[in-house]
């Protein structure tokens, strides 16, 4: 895994000392090569973290034969081998890297490169023929890509921080205060967009062209439609979780290729306990590793983890995130995000990766099971409301009925609302629309805030209900929240995740699927759970979910209060109604502890930044 950053001035050449800040402040997300090229106005710059072929032949940027094409990239393209040996006929390689065979598919396809690839991946290629940049972020947009443009310059990176070590970009930057009140309905700030007005986020599945010549990007077009894939209504349950399984094998299967020692996060959840039951099967040894609390057990889901690991014969680490060492997990995570993201479980799974990297380079996990086959409350809310929409009376008087923290008068309040707009307000921790006004100290535009959710809802109209709520999460939560939650998290420790249950041929054939199948007669996942049942038993697999649990709303009152009390009494995003849900959290009159790490976040985020 890897951090990219170039720079194109248009008038004047790159400065060395300016650039290589840049490269180096993704060192965590690259500790073992740095590579830099810089040609008068046009500067390439790589960290590398080493996982295949970790020779000086795999070093980048790195160049076709003649020089013409050159790439920095971040990621795995899991069948690069394949598309390798379609290229040796007509190519020289020198490495056994999958980032040479980008450079030789770039030759040979063009844009069309990202139809032939499959993997996670954002790169940048410069076409020194045709004086272009070809930028493309992944399927499903697990590594991260921003970029910047400007008369004077075109700047693209992985992280905002080292966009934001440039100062002649730095200082044109703004705040884009409608991101801010995304982020308090989302918990994070959805692609395109980014924190700052005019820095964008490459979407998932995009791909675009920058035209030094004419100065402008050209080409950015969706390579990957999996909301246009037809759902196959004769395929029977039984084939649908046979073929599952396999499909799931063969992704761990794929993502095994590693010159470094690789494991597993094993929360004790199914999703990861059926990636380590896959894993165990193409390994003799299985290096898994989970996050337990001691002292909170509502959270704690380690003797799960212990169960899967004695079901499948293999030894299991575990990581104690308590006391004292709370506080500088939680610090050091803020500190290195570059965007707010209200996600608490980005302090265990850092936690866990540090831990995790005295062992191994490589982690698997069972990330993107819930946005794939239904399994989240949300998505079962969105059919129940569709399908009673007399129901949305009951709206008007959610606030009478119930309590302002309580998460039915949340649900019937949201019965007004459209259908993007419930699908990320529900199960999120997102404010209320009248709770986030009243914070803001403005009224809010709910179909501005919205934008991006409408306009990929228009995508999938054609799906049944659960399908279109699934695919919504597909394409804004899932690359825009968790994914940036484990990219970021495993990034500052220096290690590699990686997401079989995100397989490329794994999710096109559950696209496939009806919705019916995925929450079947009401039980969430059933087809993970068809699996689960028969590796581990049906009380393990048809147990409540309870999510990677973080004992949040504990630490607001313990270990974390010297911070949430700091972070909501002052700072641009402080006022009455912020110190009050502070007040009713620590008095154990209501739990705000979403509401509260919104505010935190956004406050720290400001006192950085602004």
Known sequence: MCG???????????????????????????????????????????????????????????????????IVYNGEIYNYRQVKSALTEKHRFVSASDTEVLVHGYEEYGADLVRHVEGMFAFCIHDRTREQLFLARDHFGKK??????????????????????????????SVDDRAVTQFLFYGYIPSPGSIFSQIRKVPPSTAFTFDIASWRIQDMNVYWEPGAIAVNRRISMDDTVAQTETLIDAAVQKRLMADVPLGVFLSGGIDSSIVT??????????????????????????????????????PLDHCYLEGAAVKPAFEAMLDYLDEPLADAAVIPLYYVAQYAKKHITVALSGDGGDELFGGYEKHRAQVFIERLSFLRWLA???????????????????????????????????????????????????????????????????????????????????????????????????????????????????????GSMKVNDGTSKYIIKRIAEKIFGRDFAYRPKRGFGVPLDRWIRSELSDLFKQH???????????????????????????????????????????
């Open 144 to 173: 991260p890509l921003y970029y910047y443009l400007d008369d004077e310059r075109f700047v693209f990176a992985s992280e905002l921080k080292a966009m934001l070590a440039y100062p002649p970009l730095k200082k044109r930057l």
């Open 568 to 610: 909501t009494g002052t700072g641009r995003f402080s006022n009455a109604y912020a110190r009050v849900l502070y007040d009713e959290h620590c008095s154990g009159r209501a739990d705000h502890r979403f509401t509260l790490l919104r505010i935190l976040q956004l406050n720290v985020w400001a006192g950085k930044y602004e």
């Open 277 to 314: 039951a896959s894993l165990a099967r193409h390994t003799d040894k299985v290096n898994a590793f989970t996050v337990s609390y001691r002292n909170a057990p509502e959270a704690d889901e380690s003797a799960y983890a212990d169960y899967a690991a004695k079901r499948l014969g293999i």
């Open 396 to 514: 008007s008087a959610a606030a009478f009925l119930f309590p302002k923290d309580n998460v039915y008068r949340k649900f019937f309040t949201m019965l007004r609302y459209p259908f993007p707009v419930r699908q990320f307000i529900f199960g999120s921790g997102g404010l209320l629309p009248a709770d986030a006004a009243r914070l803001l100290g403005h009224t809010i535009d709910i179909r501005s805030v919205f934008r991006e959710a409408f306009a990929w809802f228009e995508e999938c109209k054609g799906h049944d209900i659960l399908n279109r709520s699934l695919y919504l999460d597909c394409r804004l939560q899932l690359p825009d929240w968790y994914l940036v939650k484990g990219d970021r998290a495993t990034m500052a420790a220096s290690l590699e995740m990686r997401n079989p249950l995100l397989d490329k041929d794994l999710a096109e054939f559950v696209f496939s699927l009806p």
């Open 4 to 70: 990219i950053v170039g720079v194109v001035e248009r008038s004047q050449a790159v400065d060395r000392t300016r650039f290589t800040a840049m490269v180096r402040s993704l060192i965590l997300r690259g500790p073992d090569q740095e590579g830099i090229r810089i040609e008068k106005n046009i500067a390439l710059g790589h960290r590398r973290l080493s996982i295949i072929d970790t020779s000086v032949h795999a070093r980048q940027p790195l160049e076709n034969e003649d020089a013409s094409v050159r």
